[in-house]
């Protein structure tokens, strides 16, 4: 498969010997070599700037950014679109590249440099289960059961792979639920939290919804986790209702507890304002925040 890119491979494996940093704002100025129409894998890069960062922001030694020099005028990055992106989201400053002069990429057709490009970026032929999010949480939730605490888990975490803020991440957030599980057991038995944000409760928001449309000329439905006027000022200002609800929901314990603590006051301050100019009669209700398992 590679024979009709030994010369580029050598190059290439040449010059891995000896990468060389280049600043972030250096590598932004670089023209890119495109062989994908679909959005950036956000996790990879994430995963990548948290390795950085755990690295105390220092990329060297890491998989580095390959760049077509003066490919049709200009220096091309052939390979290291995600590492470079996730260098930007890291407290890193320069990235490690590697230089393909123009006497070798000339020998190859844009066609046959594309091709090449995907290939560093093959699915595996026989691709591993990865880990994920719910996986770790399951194993968290063991773990907290057995020590009642997690003191010694993060040796555990980074045998899975996970970077210490990815673990810190993990654990901070097991720790929230099994907060709000003690919360959701002084209600009583097969007390779950209601998420009104999951597809699954669709039907029932819209039931609540509909038992409220007399309250209101304009019903607005919002998290408390993620209250932002990207929505609700457009709709208000092209839509101008006399009256307005705000029926506003808890996606878990820890976003009600951050909203009461840290965000009602301010987002109240701001409605008030806001109302009052448009000449908006406006009112706010809570969703039921939990509700008894029929499973």
């Known amino acids: 498969m590679f024979d009709n890119y030994k010369a580029l491979i050598a190059a290439i494996k040449k010059a891995k010997k000896e990468p060389k940093p280049l600043s972030l704002e250096e590598i932004s100025k670089l023209n890119h070599f495109q062989v994908r129409n679909v959005a950036s894998n956000s996790v990879h890069i994430d995963t990548i700037a948290e390795r950085i960062n755990d690295k ?22 052939l390979d290291g679109n995600h590492r470079y992106r996730a260098a930007l989201k890291s407290c890193a400053t320069k990235y490690p590249v590697i230089y393909v002069e ?42 907290w059961n057995e020590h009642k605490n997690f003191d010694n888990v993060k040796v555990s975490l980074r045998r899975m792979g996970l970077t210490d803020s990815m673990a810190n991440t993990r654990i901070r957030e097991t720790k929230r639920l099994i907060d709000q599980n003690a919360i959701l057991q002084s209600y009583g038995p097969d007390t779950v939290w209601n998420n009104w944000s999951d597809p699954a409760m669709l039907e029932r ?19 408390s986790a993620n209250f932002t006027y990207d929505h609700i000022l457009p709709m208000l200002l092209d839509q101008m209702p006399k009256s307005l609800l705000i029926l506003l929901h808890h996606p878990n314990a820890y ?32 969703l039921p925040k939990h509700s008894i398992s029929k499973l």
């Open 56 to 77: 105390l922001c220092t990329t060297e030694g890491m998989e580095p950014i390959i760049i077509l020099r003066n490919y049709k005028g200009a220096d091309s990055m």
């Open 102 to 143: 123009k006497e070798i990429h000339d020998e190859y057709s844009d066609l046959q440099l594309r091709e090449y490009a995907l290939i560093l970026n093959k699915i595996d032929e026989e691709p591993s289960l990865q880990i994920n999010k719910e996986d770790v949480r399951k194993f968290l939730n063991a773990y």
């Open 205 to 223: 928001k819209n039931q609540e919804i509909e038992k409220r449309k007399d309250q209101a000329d304009k019903i607005f439905v919002v998290s």
């Open 255 to 286: 976003a009600e507890q951050q909203w009461k603590a840290k965000w009602r006051e301010r987002h109240e301050l701001y409605m008030d304002k806001l109302c009052e100019m448009l000449n908006i009669t406006k009112s706010w209700e809570t």
